[in-house]
């Protein structure tokens, strides 16, 4: 299109004025109202006050404002075309929309929950704790042990386990051919050493054990956790209602006046009710009749 005068209907759509001037000028020659426009357009009244008054900044991306202008335009009995290749001449804008990068947010189920990582911290814990205890011997570990009745003499009837030592079996032939007078002789030759029946009870741990120490009868604790490798527990000279219950009695040492007397099981042994007293743990450590 030339930048010659260019004329609709008597109105002058080039020249000195800009479009939005002519417009104007239009409108208040047909009386009418900004606002009535903007309501029969639907062209919000701000953008319609901005083309006439020429701030195209303030005006939406250029495809949106072409399209108001043509509104505009028809509306007033103006060629739509005409008075937006005006307005494209005019303007400043851009002619085509930059695109914006969103930059979209992390969504909330992609990032565990302050209690979901606390749950899971609480859990690993427990399991922790768990594997601890079984290697502590809390739960008896894997054997049963056999059962049997403190003998008589005892003097709280305690029932403690004990392990089957599996049979003996010769080494060597010279061995099988030792006779019997001569182990009979060797058996008493090495007694074991006489338990003390009075004088201080201490329980020492060689390795880390679990162990409980509590009344016959209400079973009230006096003790009970875990007793790391060189704690000790004496026992107090004028209890003697006290029982010990621990899940590895070869980790535990016992001495009654500073002797001390036979391992209380295997390693991993579980014993309970073991009387803390100079003639129980006495009792313990005497043969039993066949």
């Given at each position: 299109?030339?930048d010659?005068?260019?004329t609709?209907?008597?109105?002058?759509?080039?020249?000195?004025?800009?479009?939005?001037?002519?417009l104007?000028?239009?409108?208040?020659?047909?009386?009418?109202?900004?606002?009535?426009i903007?309501?029969?357009?639907?062209?919000?009244l701000?953008?319609?006050?901005?083309?006439?008054?020429g701030?195209?900044?303030?005006?939406?991306?250029?495809?949106?404002?072409?399209?108001?202008?043509?509104?505009?335009?028809?509306?007033l009995?103006?060629?739509?075309?005409?008075?937006?290749?005006?307005?494209?001449?005019?303007?400043?804008?851009?002619?085509?929309?930059?695109?914006?990068?969103?930059?979209?947010?992390?969504?909330?189920?992609?990032?565990?929950?302050?209690?979901?990582?606390?749950?899971?911290?609480v859990?690993?814990?427990?399991?922790?704790?768990?594997?601890?205890?079984?290697?502590?011997g809390?739960?008896?570990?894997?054997?049963?042990?056999?059962?049997?009745?403190?003998?008589?003499?005892?003097?709280?009837?305690?029932?403690?386990?004990?392990?089957?030592p599996?049979?003996?079996?010769?080494?060597?032939?010279?061995?099988?051919e030792?006779?019997?007078?001569?182990?009979?002789?060797?058996?008493?030759?090495?007694?074991?050493?006489?338990?003390p029946?009075?004088?201080?009870?201490?329980?020492?741990?060689?390795e880390d054990?679990?162990?409980?120490?509590?009344e016959?009868g209400?079973?009230?604790?006096?003790?009970?956790?875990?007793?790391?490798?060189?704690?000790?527990?004496?026992?107090?000279?004028?209890?003697?209602?006290?029982?010990?219950?621990?899940?590895?009695?070869g980790?535990?040492?016992?001495?009654?006046?500073?002797?001390?007397?036979?391992?209380?099981?295997?390693?991993?042994?579980?014993?309970?009710?073991?009387?803390?007293?100079?003639?129980?743990?006495?009792a313990?450590?005497?043969?039993?009749?066949?």
């Amino acid at each position: 299109m030339s930048d010659e005068l260019e004329t609709q209907d008597g109105i002058d759509l080039g020249g000195a004025r800009h479009i939005g001037e002519v417009l104007r000028a239009r409108r208040l020659e047909l009386g009418r109202e900004l606002a009535d426009i903007a309501h029969q357009t639907r062209v919000p009244l701000r953008h319609l006050t901005a083309i006439e008054e020429g701030k195209h900044d303030t005006l939406p991306a250029l495809p949106y404002t072409i399209g108001f202008v043509k509104s505009y335009a028809r509306i007033l009995g103006l060629d739509p075309d005409t008075t937006a290749e005006q307005f494209r001449r005019e303007t400043t804008k851009p002619d085509r929309v930059i695109p914006t990068m969103d930059h979209e947010p992390i969504e909330d189920v992609r990032v565990p929950t302050r209690g979901a990582a606390l749950l899971g911290i609480v859990l690993l814990g427990v399991v922790v704790l768990a594997v601890a205890a079984w290697g502590l011997g809390w739960f008896g570990g894997d054997e049963t042990p056999a059962v049997a009745e403190a003998p008589a003499g005892s003097d709280d009837g305690a029932t403690v386990a004990v392990d089957t030592p599996p049979a003996p079996q010769a080494s060597s032939p010279a061995a099988a051919e030792v006779p019997a007078a001569d182990a009979a002789t060797a058996a008493v030759a090495t007694p074991a050493p006489a338990v003390p029946t009075g004088g201080t009870i201490v329980v020492t741990a060689r390795e880390d054990a679990w162990v409980k120490i509590y009344e016959t009868g209400s079973g009230r604790s006096v003790f009970q956790g875990v007793m790391a490798a060189g704690d000790r527990y004496e026992v107090p000279a004028d209890r003697q209602d006290l029982l010990l219950w621990t899940g590895r009695a070869g980790a535990l040492d016992l001495t009654v006046g500073g002797t001390a007397i036979p391992p209380l099981g295997a390693a991993t042994q579980t014993v309970r009710d073991v009387p803390l007293t100079a003639a129980g743990l006495s009792a313990r450590a005497q043969p039993r009749a066949e």
